[in-house]
């Protein structure tokens, strides 16, 4: 083997080695995103499940526990003298539970997630895809960062509403917002 064709085997053997180690950087860039989105997903959904459990007891579950928060709950373990008074006594409030009471007396009102998606879908004609309404809503509420899965899973919610409609094309989901009926 020359020392020619050595050289140009080395050649290629570096630059093969630098750009695997760069594509091997950009994969744990992306697996260290996701990994953030998840922690974030896990975290709402720890908060999700810990007012779940604390609004399981109450007798008719379609009170919303803003409309309940300042009275005692009637359940079985409440009605034990002991535990009765505990649960009178200032409960420990988790954030949440804060952010839900701030917004339910209106405060420090944030527009549901499903209403500025609304309102995105009412600016255009044309269908919308999810990836375009998200990438608006970052631009618009720099505050509002919500996962790609969120902002599906929400116009979904609104399909199942009937206050926006679902289009099909080939693989791709669209979404326009329905035009109300004015009486």
């Given at each position: ?12 053997y ?12 950009r ?6 995103d ?10 709402l ?13 109450f007798a008719?579950?379609?009170?919303l526990?803003?409309?309940v928060?300042d ?9 034990k ?9 200032a ?6 539970a ?12 944030q ?7 609304s ?28 996962t790609p899965?969120?902002?599906?899973n929400?116009?979904?919610?609104l ?20 035009e109300?009926?004015?009486?």
């Open positions: 083997m020359s020392s020619e064709s050595a050289a140009t085997l080395r050649s290629r570096v630059a093969q080695a630098a750009s695997d180690l760069e594509d091997n950087r994969r744990q860039k992306e697996l260290e996701r990994l953030t989105v998840l922690k974030q997903e896990e975290a959904l720890a908060d999700i499940l810990e007012l779940a459990e604390r609004y399981e007891g008719d579950a379609n009170r526990p803003e409309q928060q009275e005692p709950a009637v359940t079985e373990a409440s009605q003298p002991a535990r009765a008074s505990a649960r009178r006594s409960p420990a409030k988790s954030p949440a804060t952010t839900v009471k701030a917004g339910a007396k209106g405060k420090s009102h527009p549901l997630l499903g209403e500025l998606l309102e995105l879908l009412g600016q255009y004609e044309e269908p919308r895809s999810a990836k375009e309404l998200r990438e608006e809503l970052l631009e618009k509420h720099p505050d509002r960062n919500p899965q969120v902002v599906r929400t116009l979904e919610s399909v199942a509403k009937g206050r926006i409609r679902r289009h099909k094309q080939e693989r791709s989901v669209l979404y326009t917002l329905v109300k009926d004015s009486d």
